[in-house]
C-alpha cells in the first residue's frame, strides 16, 4: 500500500502563491507511478488538477495552466504544486492521488488507486 499525505495548504490572498506537497510512504516512490493533483470544492465534484508522469509528462487542466505546475522528486518520495497567481475559483480540498499502474485515463480519477486526505487551500476575495 501506500500512503500519502498532503501539506501546504491554507489562506491565501487573491494573486498570491502556495505550495502544496504530498509525501509518500509505504511503497517505493518509483518514476514507474504516476502522480496527480485533484481538488474539490464547495458545491462541486473532485476535479482533475495536474499530473506527472514519465508516459505523459506533466499535464495541467485548462483551468490552472499557466499558474499551476507539477513536479516530482523520486528521492525524496514527493510530489509538488505550485500554485501561483491564486483566485477565488481556486479554492478547494486538494487531493494528492498515485497511479500504480499508468494508463491512458490520466485525468480520471478512477486511474488512481491511492489517495490523500486533503489539504484546504482557501484564496480570499
Known amino acids: 500500500q501506500v500512503q500519502l499525505v498532503e501539506s501546504g495548504g491554507g489562506l491565501v490572498q487573491y494573486g498570491g502563491s502556495l505550495r502544496l506537497s504530498c509525501a509518500a510512504s509505504?511503497?517505493?516512490?518509483?518514476?514507474?507511478?504516476?502522480m496527480g493533483w485533484f481538488r474539490q470544492a464547495p458545491g462541486k465534484e473532485r476535479e482533475f488538477v495536474a499530473t506527472?508522469?514519465?508516459?505523459?509528462?506533466?499535464r495541467a487542466a485548462d483551468a490552472v495552466k499557466g499558474r499551476f505546475t507539477i513536479s516530482r522528486d523520486n528521492a525524496k518520495n514527493t510530489v509538488y504544486l505550485q500554485m501561483n497567481s491564486l483566485k477565488s475559483e481556486d479554492t478547494a480540498v486538494y487531493y494528492c492521488?498515485?497511479?500504480?499502474?499508468?494508463?491512458?485515463?490520466?485525468?480520471?480519477?478512477?486511474?488512481?488507486?491511492?489517495w490523500g486526505q486533503g489539504t484546504q487551500v482557501t484564496v480570499s476575495s
Open positions: 492521488a498515485a497511479d500504480l499502474f499508468p494508463g491512458p485515463f490520466w485525468d480520471a480519477m478512477g486511474e488512481y488507486d491511492y
Open positions: 506527472i508522469s514519465k508516459y505523459d509528462g506533466a
Open positions: 509505504g511503497r517505493t516512490f518509483s518514476s514507474e507511478i504516476a
